[in-house]
């Protein structure tokens, strides 16, 4: 839409990262290729290896909306919807961005804030991810390209465990409990819990005590990334094309999560005259996959079994029974082994994107461009809920079964129609100047029947063997035009002004309030042009750079009216009815008040920057120092129930942003043999809540009643709340007469999320035929509350909650050898005495790592996820072109790569921290049974014809 | 160049095209997928099941918690119900129910009436206010002081300001007078037939049953103030009767709901079962008053503990707060759960437990709401006060009504009342006798079993061993979500010893 500008007359930081960079070592989701290489965004990953990742570009644009940067492949926008993942049902989804293939990008710029993203209209508001693929070129020979990839992929971390002790509390062995707190494991003879008794071992019942240190990790496998891709391209005449296909096959860690991606792409243009230039670019994509139950509900194979007893033969008896029923030791909640086989999910989507556009060149200096860009996918998925699955699974069948199909079709139409031109006013001044149009119409469509009550089992066919059914079908659709200019100047090399103006007519308000104007202007100053006594063999670049632009964003579909919709009333625990009810239909009023006043939002962001080249560019630097402010924020701001409506939708509050960033590229060493370069990527910023609705100090984002992720008024984005251990005024610990801390009765913050700055280095050393790339991705700060780190250590499954002898000399009685340091609570006997001396309460393991103790309150649940990790690495060989001479190979590359190769967490343990519950929702911060994040190594292949 | 000429027309073709008829290419921004006006009918159905639904949810854990017809158990991290139990309830505990009575049921019943005053529809109008006055009464009984006058005016208001109970109780008596006067009305364009899910059918049939709702709710509410104003209470109730107002005369004039035997349509109380395992058993300060009495419902009200047959000569266990969880215990059966299919298949644990999946239940059982075993027990109440009627008549009829609600067979009913039937002693034990029947009977009620004991003491419960505070709860707090964001709402309770206005010292 917008032709690619020459980055020296920028006034606006703009990152690239080149197909190299992206494919140093392959993922499965481009998304994810882009971690630590940008400065000034931040990608977060929900663990597992195709699950959704969030980008964040300089912070938090609105409150609840979506903070995803738009998509724009070849000048065109593309759907990155998904990735959300829901609490307490169904898998983790992936977000869209996962159908394209890394290998045909060429590369991808990153756009930060409104100046640079103010052409590309209301979507863009919070940036945009703008992806060139690659294309032949004009008077390039005929090649083919081959290239083979294969990784394994494995857990990235498995806890240290305890092996000492087993399944049981207060020392004494139970067959049915979930914890590890029982008798030390010494060979005893003790009963095997109700499903196994009678059925597998004679004549008795009980089974001889014995540790099982592997029973968690062998619920994984080694899973394997594989991708196959060909691709031909080249020129003839006035034409150039590039022909690709991909297939990757990536087997997660846990059985029954695959995914298999087909792609083809086409890139073809043609000079049908010397003015009129033709090119079509086609993405086709097949991506299939299954996947397994995720969050906090009984089906999800990992919601209790990190912390398996560690007396449990998990992987050594049977997890079902003849008939296909479930065994297992804890009647609550589904055993791993038997959800992974039984309770199934797998998707589909077909997509195709790309564009078509015409080109006229008007005269030597103007030429129009027609493009139209279509984004067109459907999508199918299918669940199956066994008969006696514990969870509520895809359907909450309560046991009953359950299978649920769904299709989508998404379809969107860009159209855009642009006039450039560049036109040398003077030796000294250039113009160059565009002229646009765009209209875009989305569709999405939607269809769902959830069936309940299975007859047959394993039979799955919703129609045939289903007794109930809940269709549920939506459409909906948004339109926008927009009406926009640029045009920039530029004198030599010393200055250059860049001005964007643009118009949005959006279909989501109303007339009257549909129609916005949003602008930027930035300019730069080169300061060693303008001054060339400054040039020095040290200094070869100083450049100032400033800008301020401003880009507006409508409201969500269908937010101008009231509605009824179809009455569902439920309790907050999953009881609830669905309609039709006994083949009534039922309509309640939406909780949600529409506004027919609704007015667009706005984000404006201030840059300034300075960029630096030293020392025969061997130092580079890029410095920007941005503000960024978003107001009259469209949410539906949370109201008194006892109105009759529980929300209305506002325009409301604001939100601020400051960040900083700094791209440093070192080049130590430059040799005619080979160099070594380092890039440094830092990212710091923080958003903060400056306003929300008249009366409102705090928005819930997502999680639970405790603990949930907020907005609150005067604190950053984002922020945990649950409930906080009690303490006196001086900060100390109240402790009840046992010697246990106190939970506070209401919930309040208890951490921040947001990390205080995040570094990538990015390493190349090239010497000779080799080339070494790593990747070192540094994160400072942020917290998480790890379900899973608190599940551990409550039910003393990890090595810790053994450091000390739990049990008295008798090997019987359970001993106390923690205290916690704090004072008798006001009402205890010895109350405001310190916890020490004659009055000493010490407690046992069991108490203080359980729920009495450090876990009383999910302040105990919070965790610190600083890390330092090699993200990526690789070493390539590259076969020197002499060797190749007589082969028929045009260029041969071997390397071996890893992804996650080293992870220093300090405050982390046990586990990989990059999860999150909600995958890439807004609400960060809250881990709940997640896949687990992965490590990989592989070996790469190119072979070039 | 034949083509640069098509291609500049082209252009010319497209640009204009795009940029007509801005304003209907934009126009699309009324959902699909929902409508923006509802038919009565429909709404109606909404607020009959939601309210049916709501009797067996949140609110019913509550006050039966309180009340201690259930205890709160769990495996592994400690529940909400233990919780519960132990009188920690938060403010932010309540808000779904908070919003679902106001904004999910109240609301619709709210448009409903609205809806019935423009249409000409006086016989919805004056179901949805027996249903409006049976929810604001319990609104009234959880947290003393709520949004009444002001509630329910959409965007018009959302900081409503609070009314006093005392005031609310009023208003609610003219509520149901002006619902009876809609009810009787000679015409209505529109009546309540098979669509509400509460007295479904044909509105000659159900209309008697709204009405004899609506004074037998006038009953149960003058009786709320027999602590605060005792002879009010016995002149009011005395000159409903002599007024010829009709009341619930067989147990098919029960307001409740059935349910039906489809996953998500069952009902709520057997929802949680399935969906929050063993987490919610029958309470011993129940299982033991009917031990003590060798009630014959109980094995329709519970599964034994230990597990033996046949059920009418096995024992049963109930759980306590502040125990070590375990299932050890009764559980709850098919009397709030529905039949079972598989009765005779279940085989116990070696320790007599039964396991949650152990027994399949229908989940068709009925939420009740308000019995007419209450009613007997209402005015059995009453004529202890001093009120028509004769005392221990009704206080059998009570029983009687339970029972047969439950599936007990007549002779083992006759036995019950022989043994246990006389009324006698003392005002006092005359009142402990009637409440504790009334308890049993009002197993899986919302609220009234806590009510009653606010307001007679009855039956003596002592709080859990590892409660939060001594005394037993006599109010909710007010829900968070109202404190945050309503600044016309009292600040909140000190603590949950504030009393509602009938729960007088």
Redesign the interface.
Known sequence: MVSKKTKSNLGYAVSEISSKDLTTARVTNVTNALNAKVPGIRISGSGGSFTGSSIIIRGYTTFTGSNQPLFVVDGVPIDNSGGDTPLQSGPALSNRAIDLNQEDIESISVLKGAAATALYGSRAASGVILITTKKGKSGQKNSITYNANYAFQEVNRIPDYQNEYAQGSLGAFNP????SWGPRINGQQVPLP?DY?NKLVSPNDSVSLAAYPDNVKDIFRRGSNMQHNLSFQGSKDASTYRLSLGYLNDRGVLDNNNLQRYNVGLNASTE??S??TAAISVNYSYNKSERTQQGNQLSNPLF?SWFTPRSWNLSGLPFENATGGQLHY???VDNPYWTIKNNLYNDLTTRVFGNFS?R?QLTNWLS?E?RLGVDNYAFKYSGYDQL?A?GGAN??????G?IVEGIGLQRTLN?Y?TLNGTKQLTDDLALNFVLG?E?VDDVNNFSQVIG??ITVRNFRNLNANT??F?PS???????I?GVFGNVTTSFRNVASLDLSVRND???????GN?SYLYYSAAGTFNLTEALPVLKSRFLSLAKLRANYGRVGRASL??A??????T?N???????????P??G????????T?GNPNLKPEFTATTEVGLDLSALNDRISLEFTLYQQKSTQIILSV?????????E?VLNAGSLKTNGIEVGLTLTPIKTSKGFWSSTFNFTQFQSTVEELAP????IFLGGF??PNIRLVEGDAYGQAYGSAYQRDAQGRLLLNANGLPLPT???QKIGNPNPDWTLGVNNNITYQAFSLNFLLDIRKGGDQYSRNLADLR??GAVAETAEFNRLNEDGITVGTPYRFDGVFAPGTPNAGQVNEGAVEKRVSAQDYWG?SGRHVAAEGFIYDISWFRVREASLTFSVPKRMLTKSFLGGLDISIFGRNLYLYAPNYPHLDPEQNALGINNAQGLEFNALPQTRSFGVNLRATL | MKINKFFKYTLFVVGVSLLASCKDFLDINQSPNAVVDAPIEQLLTSATTSVGFFGGSDLHRYSALLAQQFSGQGQGATTQNQEYERYNIQGSDLNNVWNLMYATILSDLELTIQKANTEGSPHYAGVAKVLKAYMFHLIVDAWGRAPFTEALQFTENVKPNFDNGADIYRALHNMLDEAIVNLNATTSVKSPGANSTIYPGAYAASKPRWIKLANTLKLRLYLHESKSNRNTTIQNITSLIASGATFMDANTDNFQMAFINEARKQNSIHQFELDRVNQFFPNATLVDLMNSKFDPRRPRFFTPFPFTRPFDAASFTGAKGGDAPSVKYSRMHTYLRGDTTNAVAVVPQADGSIKNTDYTYNGTAPIRMLTFAEYNFIRAEAAVYGATGDAEAFYQAGIRASMSAAGVPTAQIDAYIAANGSLTGTEAEKVRKIIEEKFVANYGVVMEPWTDWRRTGFPAISAPTNALFATTPRSLYYPQVEIDLNNNAPSQKADLSERVFWDVQ
Do not use: C, E, H, M
């Not at chain 1, 049915?176 to 914890?179: D, G, M, R, T």
């Not at chain 1, 079908?473 to 339109?479: D, K």
């Not at chain 1, 949370?638 to 529980?646: C, E, L, R, Y």
């Open positions: 049915a409990a979930i914890s109700s008794r049908i005259t003015k009129l209790r804890d009647a609550a015409l006229y129009a027609y006696g514990r359907t909450a069948a309560n046991g009953q359950g159209s129609f149009q209209t309940r009550g007794t109930t809940v079908f939506s459409t909906s659709q948004g339109r035009i007519w959006n279909s989501t308000l109303l007339s549909n579909r269908y101008t009216d009231s509605y009824y919709v009455a009333p439920a309790d907050g625990f999953g009881p609830n009815i669905q309609f009810y006994n009534l239909p039922g309509f309640t009023l939406s909780n008040a949370p109201n008194s129930p006892t109105a009759g409506i529980s209305v009366g409102v100090d705090n009643v405790t009765a209401n919930v409550r039910n729920n």
